[in-house]
């Protein structure tokens, strides 16, 4: 049976990650047996979740999991599409988990009540003289991060306009199609509802946030994708 290592479902999201979120979908797509580990971050071999174990097999990154699921048990999450489909769908996904996200994370990160609603918990297991010291280090890192994306280098401001001209983007890429191709998920959709349902947690407030809750098909296209792969 195929474990992924998982963060877990908290602040109301089907998993911490957008990406471990994605992952969970393409599994329940594949309609393969899996079970997930909510201990094996420190493992990561690239250091980030997801990453999946199938056996000696041990694949990480959302992509190429994906892609291994494909391969290995002969499915194709993106089928029906043209080529030019598949193109924009790869380009979709790209704008997503290399730009929207970074807005994501760093507003959970880097705003400090979503900090303190959030991933404070994160190191509830670090002895208290050395916690503050551990998350102190960790914002400054991420911060580093976010400036090496370059989203970091931009004012608030200048972020949210870029960030939610993606939603907007997607909004319309979505349209009033049930999902990102029409009336069947696929693979994409996987992508989008992880960011979508990030975005939108009630937990996090941001521009971000307040932008997509003007957008009523992410919001229909959420609870649409939750009804579909998280009834259980
Ligand atoms: N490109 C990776 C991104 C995964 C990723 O960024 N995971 C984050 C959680 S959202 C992580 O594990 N971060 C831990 C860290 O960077 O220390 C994928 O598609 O799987």
Redesign the pocket.
Known sequence: MITLYA?GPLFGLCDA????T?TLVHLKMSGLAFSCDYKG?EH?PK????YIRDGETVI????FIRDYLEATYNLDFDQGLDPIARAQSWAIERML?DHLYWGI?SARWLIPDNFEKGPRHFFQAIPEEHREGAIQGTLEAIQKRTQAHGLGLHTPHEQAAQINRSLTSLSVLLGDKAFMFGDTPTGLDASAFGMVEGVLCDTFSSPYRDHARTLPNLITYRERMRERFFAD
Request: glycine share 6%; hydrophobic share 45%; no cysteine.
């Open positions: 963060f990650s957008p990406f471990v994605k971050f990561a250091g980030k979740q997801p990480a990154d959302s992509v988990e994370m």
